[in-house]
């Protein structure tokens, strides 16, 4: 479903992604571990078309999309669900998943109707989320933030997701919470890609891991493989 082969990247005149390779197989959930600064985020972007690769190829869905506007991308499918979360602070919780479906449905009138479905399968999820609806996201916790910049994301009705650390400042019981709704979403069929610091809990949900060192893929494997590998071990999971 997602397919990235030898990607470069960068900011500037500094190269972060040296030829990178990732695949990310229609049903399940690759984890993308590795130290800060390895060049996780930027691999997201550079995905995702919020930075333009220099080289490579990135195939969504089977079309080559490196290169495209972001807006483009998401069109065509992907979801970023960015850390930091990027929810807009001044916008009810309602208008933050709105935006969300923008670009997938016209902005006419039936707009509201027409993603209403939607809505109701973000609410069912995200419980929390319904009795904010009308609260300005910015007086969100941390968690619930989280909550809503994932499911802003769903609303795009994305076939694969990004999501990228999204248990970054958040209590340990939180971050319980919102590993539990991503085993969630990969049980209803959500192809995901997800970057985590926590590499263990990553490991538990993943399908299939890759570890990222300055900019490549070090080590690839099943989260079984991974749970032995000596280096990988000593590096992430000690
Ligand atoms: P972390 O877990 O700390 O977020 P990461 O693996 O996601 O790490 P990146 O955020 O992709 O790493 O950063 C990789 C490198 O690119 C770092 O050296 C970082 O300083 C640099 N970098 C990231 N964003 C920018 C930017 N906007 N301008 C210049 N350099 C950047």
Known sequence: MLHVENLHAGYGASEVLSGASLEVKQGTLVALIGANGAGKTTTMRAISGGLKPSRGRVVLAGQEVQGLDASRIARLGLAHAPEGRKVFGPLSVEDNLLLGAYGRLPRFFGF?????TDLERVYDLFPRLRDRAKQASGTLSGGEQQMLAIGRALMARPKVMLLDEPS?????????????????????????????????SALEVADYAYVMERGR??????????????????????
Do not use: C, D, H, W
């Open 217 to 238: 893929i070090a080590v690839e494997g099943t989260p079984a493989e991974l749970s032995r590998n000596e280096r990988v071990i000593a590096a992430y999971l000690g």
């Open 112 to 116: 509201r109707t027409k993603a209403q």
């Open 168 to 200: 970054m400042g958040l209590a340990p019981v939180i971050v319980q919470e919102v590993f539990r709704t991503i085993r969630r979403l990969k049980e209803e069929g959500l192809t995901l890609l997800l970057v985590e610091q926590f590499a263990k």
